[in-house]
T-cell receptor
Framework: TQLLEQSPQFLSIQEGENLTVYCNSS?????LQWYRQEPGEGPVLLVT?????EVKKLKRLTFQFGDARKDSSLHITAAQPGDTGLYLC???????????????FGQGTILTVHP | KAGVTQTPRYLIKTRGQQVTLSCSPI?????VSWYQQTPGQGLQFLFE???????NKGNFPGRFSGRQFSNSRSEMNVSTLELGDSALYLC???????????FGAGTRLSVL
């Protein structure tokens, strides 16, 4: 069973602080995706990382994919109340068969940014 | 381009009943995946359909089934509902390139 361990589960911080969310696995993934989900809505894709060691930046968000493609991190600089939400990492394997259409999700990190 | 559309948004059923949920993928997407999201288990994969064929299935009982039509729209059915089936059911469509999945807003199912 492929598992993605996401930490921390909860983060409550003040506006302007920095934070990092981690996503770790013992399995190799072909790609790893980060989503953000707000209450009552479906997950919205933030970024996809594919290459080991890859770093992608999206405004104040920085995503890294580990060299071995087993782990990833999301770093938010100067968090704002609008960043509040559930952050999910999800791994994909493109090997066909039991991998078709299947993303393996971490448990998620509930982030609350207080003004 | 319209996103993934799921209907209905909310459903209330009683134990023992059955329910059908619908998902219309992004135009041109031929793969549809279904997930169950609960506070305790998070997002868990149910199954995936491509060109009207189920290609992959998660670890859910046979009460959970699905199908896909020639226009790529998909339905999932849950028979003999149990209280534990209360969840947000999400579908996602994929362009096929890179496995990127785009999610609908989900159907919130409450079983009483």
């Amino acid at each position: 069973t492929q598992l993605l361990e996401q930490s921390p589960q909860f983060l409550s911080i003040q506006e302007g602080e920095n934070l990092t969310v981690y996503c770790n696995s013992s399995s190799v993934f072909s790609s790893l995706q980060w989503y953000r989900q707000e209450p009552g809505e479906g997950p919205v894709l933030l970024v996809t990382v594919v290459t080991g060691g890859e770093v992608k930046k999206l405004k104040r968000l920085t995503f890294q994919f580990g060299d071995a493609r087993k782990d990833s991190s999301l770093h938010i600089t100067a968090a704002q109340p609008g960043d509040t939400g559930l952050y999910l990492c999800a791994g994909a394997r493109n090997a066909g068969g039991t991998s078709y259409g299947k993303l393996t999700f971490g448990q998620g990190t509930i982030l609350t940014v207080h003004p | 381009k319209a996103g993934v559309t799921q209907t209905p948004r909310y459903l209330i059923k009683t134990r023992g009943q059955q329910v059908t949920l619908s998902c219309s993928p992004i135009s041109g997407h031929r793969s549809v995946s279904w997930y169950q999201q609960t506070p305790g288990q998070g997002l868990q994969f149910l199954f995936e359909y491509f060109s009207e064929t189920q290609r992959n299935k998660g670890n859910f009982p046979g009460r959970f089934s699905g199908r896909q039509f020639s226009n790529s729209r998909s339905e999932m059915n849950v028979s003999t509902l149990e209280l534990g089936d209360s969840a947000l059911y999400l579908c996602a469509s994929t362009s096929g390139a890179g496995g990127i999945q785009y999610f609908g807003a989900g159907t919130r199912l409450s079983v009483l």
